[in-house]
């Protein structure tokens, strides 16, 4: 089924079969309502680009069902332009902290050793080479001290880094993360942007949901708004606007704090 | 008893004794991975859904003229029922708004209900009354045929070895489906496999544990496993070996005295190692917790009482005076001994540390770290703290 739409953008072809990510009319509703509606989206190569928008917006449903973790109503996600069943190893994915089972009997390494599950597979073994890029992978983040403490016993900003360090092991060229920041301590905040940073400097492209309208400008180079509509793409210096805060936010967000924001 | 536990009885009986074992260990495998996806009591539906399938099996094997009492014949048609049974409890979580525990309880009684009906209908049937199918509710091990019980070992085996095949996506949807998705599993197709062996490692169970409490085999073995480790691995492993272990007792107490139904045997023998794991597993015991809270208790009094001590309160609390005595602080007219007034006055130190940490620019992040116990020295580098010593300037000097 496809749904007729007036574009709410510049709904054209250009930069598909390039584009890490990009979405055509992605429509995806929780029972009768929509709460993403007919999203189009370009993901820049090599950059980082934040997702903003209101509490209830759907950034984090844009997200998953970017990912197929939730069916979308309509529309088309392309990786690369093609397919997330071709593109599976080259996608990493940070998913929000409170989906996980704390007290489930697993450790620190373990976590990380799910991130090459697409090596290990079904019967090889876990060798000295796969903890050894596991670890690294936990030193990358912080945490490396931590190996063998079970998942729950770690404070909330230790086990976004644990899922960042998860991520890392899959040697992925895209990183989609929901909410990286979300209650985490400054220093997991300094931790992950660091590795955030260096991942865009190896060349990989970076998308993440986010929060905080005051660190967008330091911290990412594009930016997405919506509000259940697309209502803005592009550089932080051209589609990070007092204009388009409002049209996202509303009057959720005062005219003061926008020009704080966006200075 | 021992000549049983021995294998002394004769061929047989040690061959009843493997197959329980066998079944015991691949048992407590399956019902870890299940245990682990929250999804533990599906398995009482699936086990009470196999009797109307086993009596339908007895009768249809009489009426084409057999011997109703084939094991393989009983299997299959129990295996045809309980496979019957989830697919409606599947269906009706699906596709109504029932929840799984009220489908898994409309399913279970519906079809053990009905179960029971064609049961009795058999009993009065001339060829059913020696069939001892009622031997399939609790277990029996008297008068197991040397193929009943290779079936029983391999059947488990079987079952064992898919399992093991599949640990991998099985732990990683069990520890966080979303991300099993994303990764290119799929979690349904896993989650209907796992489904299956749990009916497979039942159907194979109905002889030896019988069908009312086939399930104990598949919850208790990983439930006492868990109190061991914090590793899955190792939890499923311990797990197969609680399992193996109530399997062979269970087994070989019924070889000695055939009167005793097995089931409860076993399931009696795995409560034991449960109740042994709750009490005594390090980490997650309840007698090492209760060590663990006393040990912060004392620490707590201590750290208190030296405190005290360093700003010339009086203690008033008997356990603290006590402990700071037995730990050679304080003498018994409540004056601090030498060595109380040194360590008094490090701790002083280290709280007045701690509150130069919060306000410190660089290190005001650590302060989460302060929970009245830890040193400093454990948070911070040498280095650190000379920093903050010099900060603290001419106030720490007391």
Request: aromatic content about 6%; overall charge neutral; proline content about 4%.
């Amino acid at each position: 089924m496809s749904l007729q739409v007036a574009p709410t953008g510049p709904a054209d072809q250009d930069g598909v079969d390039t584009a890490p990510l990009a979405l055509r009319g992605l429509t995806v509703a929780y029972g009768a309502e929509p709460v993403v509606f007919s999203v189009d989206m370009t993901v820049a190569p090599g950059a980082m680009t934040a997702i903003i928008g209101p509490n209830g917006a759907g950034k984090s449903t844009l997200l998953k069902a970017s990912l197929g973790i939730v069916t979308p109503l309509a529309g088309q996600i392309t990786y690369w332009g093609d397919g997330l069943a071709r593109n599976r190893n080259r996608v990493a994915y940070v998913p929000q902290r409170a989906s996980v089972d704390w007290d489930f009997p697993t450790q620190v390494l373990d976590v990380v050793l799910m991130g090459l599950y697409a090596e290990l597979g079904l019967l090889r073994r876990v060798r000295p080479q796969h903890i050894a890029r596991a670890m690294a992978c936990l030193t990358r983040v912080g945490m490396q001290d931590f190996a063998d403490r079970q998942i729950g016993q770690l404070s909330g900003g230790q086990q976004q880094r644990v899922f960042l360090a998860r991520a890392l092991a899959q040697h992925a060229d895209l990183f989609l993360l929901d909410e990286p920041f979300a209650g985490v301590d400054a220093a997991t905040e300094e931790a992950i942007i660091t590795v955030l940073k260096s991942l865009k400097d190896e060349g990989k492209t970076v998308v993440a949901v986010h929060h905080d309208l005051s660190t967008v400008d330091t911290y990412f180079d594009n930016v997405f708004l919506i509000n259940r509509r697309r209502l803005g793409e592009g550089p932080v210096s051209e589609a990070f606007t007092p204009d388009a805060l409002q049209a996202a936010y509303g009057g959720r967000l005062s005219d003061g704090l926008i020009a704080a924001q966006t200075g | 008893m021992l000549d049983a536990l021995t294998f002394q009885l004769g061929y047989n009986a040690a061959l009843v004794t493997l197959g329980a074992t066998m079944l015991g260990f691949a048992a407590g495998a399956v019902g870890a991975f299940l245990y682990l996806r929250k999804r533990a009591l599906v398995s009482d539906a699936i086990s009470h859904a196999t009797l109307p399938g086993l009596v339908l099996a007895f009768i249809g094997m009489v009426a084409l003229g057999g011997d109703g009492r084939a094991l393989g014949g009983l299997l299959l048609g129990s295996a045809g029922s309980a496979l019957v049974g989830l697919w409606v409890t599947n269906w009706l979580t699906r596709t109504t708004r029932l929840s799984e525990d009220a489908a898994i309880g409309a399913v279970l009684s519906v079809f053990f209900g009905f179960g029971i009906v064609l049961l009795t209908v058999v009993q009065n049937m001339s060829a059913g009354r020696q069939a001892g199918l009622e031997g399939f509710l609790l277990g029996s091990t008297a008068g197991m045929l040397r193929s009943d019980a290779i079936l029983i070992a391999v059947g488990s085996l079987v079952v064992l070895l898919a399992t093991l095949y599949m640990r991998r996506p099985l732990l990683i949807t069990a520890f966080d489906p979303g991300y099993a998705a994303v990764r290119g599993i799929n979690t349904h197709r896993f989650d209907m496999a796992l489904m299956v062996l749990v009916l497979g490692i039942t159907v194979v169970g109905l002889k030896v544990v019988g069908l009312i409490l086939i399930v104990a085999m598949l919850i208790i073995p990983p439930v006492a496993a868990r109190f061991w480790s914090e590793n899955a691995v190792k939890v499923v492993g311990l797990s197969a070996l609680f399992g193996g272990l109530s399997g062979y007792i269970g087994a070989a107490a019924s070889a000695t005295a055939p009167a005793l139904p097995t089931g409860p045997i076993i399931v009696l023998t795995s409560f034991a190692l449960f109740v042994l794991s709750l009490l005594l597993a390090p980490g997650r015991g309840l007698l090492a917790m209760a060590l663990r809270h006393r040990r912060l208790q004392k620490q707590v009094h201590i750290r208190q009482g030296l405190l005290a001590l360093a700003r010339n309160q009086a203690i008033y609390e008997g356990f603290t005076r006590r402990l700071l005595r037995r730990a050679g602080m304080m003498q018994a007219d409540g004056v601090p001994t030498l060595e109380g007034r040194k360590e008094a006055s490090q701790l002083l130190h280290d709280e007045a540390l701690w509150q130069e940490l919060r306000r410190s620019q660089t290190l005001s992040e650590l302060a989460i770290r302060d929970d009245g116990l830890t040193r400093i020295a454990e948070v911070l580098t040498a280095d650190q703290i000379a920093a903050l010593d010099a900060q603290l300037g001419p106030k720490a000097v007391s």
